[in-house]
């Protein structure tokens, strides 16, 4: 069991290779709503070019902030299309996850929101698995309430087959959980992983430092994963405005040295 330590990064040659330069070998792109999906699917080649030549894979690709349901409860036609052609180049770049939410519509009864998204991931997963690519809904609240214990329960049980994209930032500062409660929960429903630092006092969200200079036990977050049978990617998410520049790319190398002290190379 060997979980891969790589990074979010931009989906272009440049962004491949800065990453081959730090040692990392895995890749996560996030598409998110807003972004021409046809860009890139044009761009496919020549990153499958540039990962031949740096020994580089992509370990997921997702799209944020986009909404699923229309006010009726309706799947939007174009998300839909998006979707199936984000995991369409998941596929194509061998990435074995695609992460996704679904956006809450105030004008329906909770129900019904349930009802909208099972349907919609249901259609997803289908679809994915026909491609070789696991669905994960991830645990942010950008366009998206698939996030928390609550709702997992009842999604999970209802759509066989998803998983979820975890993060601990997100259970620390949108629901205030226990992010290690919810990993032991539903550690053997996650097929993906960010590494994102944050970092809060008396209540106050403060900044997202590197990880390793924050407030998350990393050591115990990695000790549960191993106990789950973890072996996905660990995605190193930069997401703080104070480390930028030269400070946040030395912040980037501090989490590499950190987080791989941790990992079991067997």
């Given at each position: 069991m060997s979980m891969k330590l790589g990074i979010i990064?931009?989906?272009?040659?440049?962004?491949?290779?800065?990453?081959?330069?730090?040692?990392?070998?895995?890749?996560?792109?996030?598409?998110?709503?807003?972004?021409?999906?046809?860009?890139?699917?044009?761009?496919?080649?020549?990153?499958?070019?540039?990962?031949?030549?740096?020994?580089?894979?992509?370990?997921?690709?997702?799209?944020?902030?986009?909404?699923?349901?229309?006010?009726?409860?309706?799947?939007?036609?174009?998300?839909?299309?998006?979707?199936?052609?984000?995991?369409?180049?998941?596929?194509?770049?061998?990435?074995?996850?695609?992460?996704?939410?679904?956006?809450?519509?105030?004008?329906?009864?909770?129900?019904?929101?349930?009802?909208?998204?099972?349907?919609?991931?249901?259609?997803?997963?289908?679809?994915?698995?026909?491609?070789?690519?696991?669905?994960?809904?991830?645990?942010?609240?950008?366009?998206?309430?698939?996030?928390?214990?609550?709702?997992?329960?009842?999604?999970?049980?209802?759509?066989?087959?998803?998983g979820i994209k975890y993060d601990p930032s997100h259970c620390i500062n949108v629901h205030h959980g226990d992010y290690l409660s919810e990993i032991r929960a539903f550690g053997d429903r996650i097929y993906h992983f960010h590494i994102k630092g944050t970092l809060n006092i008396d209540g106050d969200h403060v900044d997202d430092p590197p990880a390793g200079l924050d407030e998350v036990n990393w050591r115990a977050v990695l000790g549960l994963l191993y106990a789950k049978g973890y072996d996905g990617m660990l995605s190193i998410e930069p997401h703080s405005h104070t480390w930028q520049g030269d400070m946040g790319d030395w912040g980037v190398d501090y989490t590499i040295d950190y987080i791989s002290k941790m990992l079991y190379k067997g």
């Open positions: 990064a931009d989906p272009d040659v440049e962004s491949a290779i800065r990453a081959a330069n730090k040692g990392l070998h895995y890749l996560e792109y996030c598409y998110n709503g807003g972004s021409d999906v046809a860009v890139l699917e044009a761009r496919v080649p020549e990153l499958q070019k540039v990962y031949a030549e740096h020994d580089l894979h992509l370990g997921a690709l997702g799209r944020w902030n986009e909404e699923k349901i229309a006010p009726d409860g309706s799947i939007l036609p174009e998300a839909m299309d998006n979707t199936r052609r984000l995991i369409d180049v998941a596929a194509a770049l061998g990435a074995p996850v695609f992460n996704t939410g679904v956006n809450y519509v105030e004008s329906l009864s909770c129900l019904d929101n349930l009802n909208a998204a099972v349907k919609f991931l249901r259609e997803v997963v289908a679809y994915g698995k026909e491609k070789g690519v696991r669905i994960a809904v991830y645990n942010c609240d950008w366009c998206n309430y698939i996030r928390d214990p609550q709702t997992w329960r009842i999604v999970l049980e209802a759509v066989p087959g998803l």
